[in-house]
Structure formats: structure tokens, C-alpha cells
């Protein structure tokens, strides 16, 4: 889950980080990016609970929060992440 603001600079250049991942992974993991002024994922953020914009979050199998990056967060750190989050 990739928690951001799209007016925010560092926040834009997180997502680019991510999608870089996800468009590698697609199929095997799925990746959802929210934007915090966005009220359609108002529930999700609530559960995400994002104390720093932006932040990446990866999810094991079940759903659990597995790392969280707040921050800027690079491609190979999410992509590593995501790996040893899968099973």
C-alpha cells in the first residue's frame, strides 16, 4: 500500500518508486496507491493509520503489515520487501 499526497513532491517520487515495482510484480502481488485527498479511501487510510506522508506499507499473506517506510523509500527496498514478504 503506498499512502501519498499527489501536491507533494516526495510523495510523487514514491509513487514512481513503487509503480516500478508493481508493473515488475504484477500478477504476483497487488499493489494499492492512495491518495490521502481522496475521500473513495478514507477507510483504507484509516486502517493504514499513515503517521508520515509518503508511506509505503507491505502486507504479508494474510493481511498483516509485514515493513512500513515512511518517507522516501527506493524501488530495490520495496522490491526487496515485497520478496520476503511473499511466501
Same mark, same amino acid.
Given at each position: 500500500?503506498?499512502a501519498?499526497?499527489?501536491?507533494?513532491? =516526495?510523495?510523487?517520487?514514491?509513487?514512481? @518508486?513503487? #509503480? !516500478?515495482?508493481?508493473?515488475?510484480?504484477?500478477? &504476483?502481488?497487488? *499493489?494499492?496507491?492512495?491518495?490521502t485527498?481522496?475521500?473513495?479511501?478514507?477507510?483504507?487510510?484509516?486502517? =493504514?493509520?499513515?503517521?508520515?506522508?509518503? @508511506?509505503? #506499507? !507491505?502486507?504479508?499473506?494474510?493481511?498483516?503489515? &509485514?515493513?512500513? *517506510?515512511?518517507?522516501?523509500?527506493?524501488?530495490?527496498?520495496?522490491?526487496?520487501?515485497?520478496l520476503?514478504? =511473499?511466501?
Amino acid at each position: 500500500m503506498v499512502a501519498y499526497a499527489d501536491w507533494d513532491p =516526495l510523495s510523487r517520487k514514491v509513487r514512481l @518508486e513503487a #509503480a !516500478v515495482v508493481e508493473r515488475k510484480y504484477r500478477g &504476483y502481488a497487488t *499493489f494499492f496507491f492512495l491518495d490521502t485527498d481522496d475521500e473513495s479511501n478514507a477507510s483504507l487510510l484509516r486502517w =493504514l493509520d499513515p503517521g508520515f506522508l509518503p @508511506e509505503v #506499507a !507491505v502486507l504479508d499473506m494474510e493481511g498483516n503489515i &509485514y515493513q512500513r *517506510f515512511p518517507g522516501f523509500v527506493d524501488s530495490p527496498s520495496i522490491e526487496q520487501s515485497v520478496l520476503d514478504a =511473499l511466501p
